[in-house]
Structure formats: structure tokens, C-alpha cells
């Protein structure tokens, strides 16, 4: 599964193109204050995780949806071909060389 980020693409369609304008808005509209480098990181790098809260008030700063920010690619990945497990017969249960503790 491929996940692509496309919030500078939504920003821009909405004549937003600095992290500047995108932090007024988010402030302005939705009330988030987050720091210049936060948003700066946010519109230029694809992120590992985004707090659920933080997605809603980027919809909320740019009028848009989840699916304007976010593209998943649902096809299935091809697993590689595992070499077949030898099988082996189940040995006696023994102790390992440690004695038994007392009954």
C-alpha cells in the first residue's frame, strides 16, 4: 500500500503557497496554532503520522477533505514466494539437562 501527501498541491489549487498563509489560515479558521517549522515540515516533506485533530483543521483551513490531502493506493503488494518449511517430527519432551523441581 503507497500513501502520497498532497497537501502542497490542495494548498497551492487554493492560492495558498507559503507556510506563512497556511499557518494564518489554520490559526484564522480553525484555530490550530502551529509553529513555522511544523507547517513548513508539513507542506514539504511527507509525513509518518498526522494527528487526526491536525488533518481536521487542514480541512477545515483549505475547505477541503481528507481525500485532498491524502492519496492511498489500495493495491495489493505481491508477497515474495517463502522456500517451503522442512518438517520435522515433535521430540520427547525433556528436561535440558536441569533436574525437575520437587513435587
Request: a positive charge; proline letters at 10%.
Amino acid at each position: 500500500m503507497k500513501i502520497r501527501w498532497k497537501l502542497r498541491m490542495a494548498a497551492a489549487q487554493r492560492e495558498v503557497w507559503t507556510g506563512a498563509q497556511l499557518r494564518r489560515l489554520l490559526a484564522d479558521k480553525a484555530g490550530l496554532e502551529l509553529s513555522a517549522a511544523s507547517v513548513s515540515a508539513l507542506l514539504t516533506k511527507e509525513p509518518t503520522q498526522v494527528k487526526l485533530s491536525t488533518l481536521a483543521a487542514l480541512c477545515t483551513a483549505l475547505e477541503c477533505s481528507p481525500n485532498d490531502l491524502i492519496e492511498v493506493d489500495t493495491t495489493p503488494v505481491e508477497q515474495p514466494a517463502r522456500p517451503p518449511q522442512p518438517t520435522t517430527e515433535p521430540k520427547a519432551a525433556s528436561s535440558g539437562g536441569r533436574s525437575m523441581p520437587p513435587l
